[in-house]
């Protein structure tokens, strides 16, 4: 089976920094996405981990200790437009062949003026 | 690329009807996989498709979904008879085979009422 398990809703003031944790429990592991998703659109792409450490892509980085089962995506100079749903997902190698991703309920991060 | 494109954008349609969802991947995308997105179970797999075999339908509800993807560049996703708790938004998302992240078309909201 597979849990990945995301903070709800977080709060954050424009020109700040965030983070959203997300831990996860899956059988196999084969990296770890992150989303972004605007209300009424639909989730992009934003960061992939599959190994230990942290990637950086302009003002978002994403970071994985597989050990802990546990990522986290790190928002930096928060703009009013980040305000959306983060999601966070894990590809399970459950079998020959597969490769869909497995979703958590994602965080809905608001920023604040 | 116009990208992953569905139709229609939305749905209202009576319990009891047949509602059918239609999906166009990106070209040379040889992964489909149909999502389905609700506020109390977030993204979940319904279907997925490597180069128009369905791969794993563990996630289809019930006998009332079925999935069809006839040649590469057209995949439907048929609920008959629809029910007010299949009321949701659906995703449709392609990915190539080399590349590890999907992308989402824009769903269609279906509402049954």
């Known amino acids: 089976g597979q849990n990945i398990d995301q903070p709800t809703e977080m709060t954050a003031t424009e020109g700040a920094i965030v983070q959203i944790n997300c831990t996860y429990q899956?059988?196999?592991?084969?990296?770890l996405f992150w989303y972004q998703q605007h209300a009424g659109e639909a989730p992009t792409f934003l960061s992939y981990?599959?190994?230990?450490g942290l990637e950086e892509k302009g003002r978002f980085s994403s970071f994985l200790s597989r050990s802990k089962g546990y990522s986290y995506l790190l928002l930096k100079e928060l703009q009013m437009k980040d305000s959306a749903s983060y999601l966070c997902a894990v590809r399970d190698p459950a079998g020959a062949g597969s490769y869909q991703l497995t979703f958590g309920k994602g965080t809905k991060l608001s920023v604040i003026p | 690329d116009a990208g992953v494109i569905q139709s229609p954008r939305h749905e209202v349609t009576e319990m009891g009807q047949e509602v059918t969802l239609r999906c166009k991947p990106i070209?040379?995308?040889?992964?489909l996989f149909w999502y389905r997105q609700t506020m109390m179970r977030g993204l979940e797999l319904l279907i997925y498709?490597?180069?128009?075999?369905?791969?794993?339908d563990s996630g289809m509800p019930e006998d009332r979904f079925s999935a069809k993807m006839p040649n590469a560049s057209f995949s439907t996703l048929k609920i008959q008879p629809s029910e007010p708790r299949d009321s949701a938004v659906y995703f449709c998302?392609?990915?190539?085979?080399?590349?590890?992240?999907?992308?989402f078309g824009s769903g269609t909201r279906l509402t049954v009422v």
């Open positions: 981990n599959v190994l230990d």
């Open positions: 899956t059988s196999g592991f084969n990296g």
């Open positions: 498709f490597n180069n128009n075999v369905p791969i794993d």
């Open positions: 070209s040379g995308h040889d992964y």
């Open positions: 998302a392609s990915s190539p085979q080399a590349s590890y992240g999907y992308t």
